[in-house]
T-cell receptor
Framework: KQEVTQIPAALSVPEGENLVLNCSFT??????LQWFRQDPGKGLTSLLL?????REQTSGRLNASLDKSSGRSTLYIAASQPGDSATYLC?????????FGAGTILRVKS | GAGVSQSPSNKVTEKGKDVELRCDPI?????LYWYRQSLGQGLEFLIY????????KSGLPSDRFSAERTGGSVSTLTIQRTQQEDSAVYLC????????????FGEGSWLTVV
């Protein structure tokens, strides 16, 4: 059974800092890995999708890496801003569904 | 439409009543998913549709839960005889197909059973 773990559970940083969110998964047989953002009371917004054959994806200040063999992914956020405050969810595509981690709650202080 | 649309956005119902939640996926998306997010919990998979068929219903928590999809488009999640533990956000998502494409989520239907 696929299990996804995200560390840390919560993170508070001052504006401008670079930060790394971690995701690990137990079964390396995945199609892809996706990072989402969820704002309070809202649905999920897809940030980055990494196919199983890829090592990383970049979008603006975000960079996500994937090491399938070790079951790890990181989301790197450069020059963090207060608007980045949200819950960040990692999900792996396993079988017919996405299996989600519990998320990292990020607060960027101005 | 431009995104995944869900209705109602909020629903308060009395214990024991039936509720229907609707999802309108992005036009052309053949794969549709239902997830549940309880307060302070992660996302729990409920059911997956490919076209109108549901090859994976493994996440439905009990026989009070059912879902259908018609015309390869709109899906309805029905909860019969609601219980207080059914209170959660029900999130629908769609993707172009089931081969590794980005999955897009709706804003969710917030269900409160009182």
């Amino acid at each position: 059974k696929q299990e996804v773990t995200q560390i840390p559970a919560a993170l508070s940083v001052p504006e401008g800092e670079n930060l790394v969110l971690n995701c690990s998964f137990t079964d390396s047989a995945i199609y892809n890995l996706q990072w989402f953002r969820q704002d309070p009371g809202k649905g999920l917004t897809s940030l980055l999708l990494i196919q199983s054959s890829q090592r990383e994806q970049t979008s603006g200040r975000l960079n996500a890496s994937l090491d399938k063999s070790s079951g790890r992914s990181t989301l790197y956020i450069a020059a963090s801003q207060p608007g980045d405050s949200a819950t960040y969810l990692c999900a792996v595509s396993s079988g017919n569904k996405l299996v989600f981690g519990a998320g990292t709650i990020l607060r960027v202080k101005s | 439409g431009a995104g995944v649309s869900q209705s109602p956005s909020n629903k308060v119902t009395e214990k024991g009543k039936d509720v229907e939640l609707r999802c309108d996926p992005i036009s052309g998306h053949t794969a549709l998913y239902w997830y549940r997010q309880s307060l302070g919990q992660g996302l729990e998979f409920l059911i997956y549709f490919q076209g109108n068929s549901a090859p994976d219903k493994s996440g439905l928590p009990s026989d009070r839960f059912s879902a259908e999809r018609t015309g390869g488009s709109v899906s309805t999640l029905t909860i019969q005889r609601t219980q207080q533990e059914d209170s959660a956000v029900y999130l629908c998502a769609s993707s172009r197909d089931h081969s590794g494409n980005t999955i897009y989520f709706g804003e969710g239907s917030w269900l409160t059973v009182v």
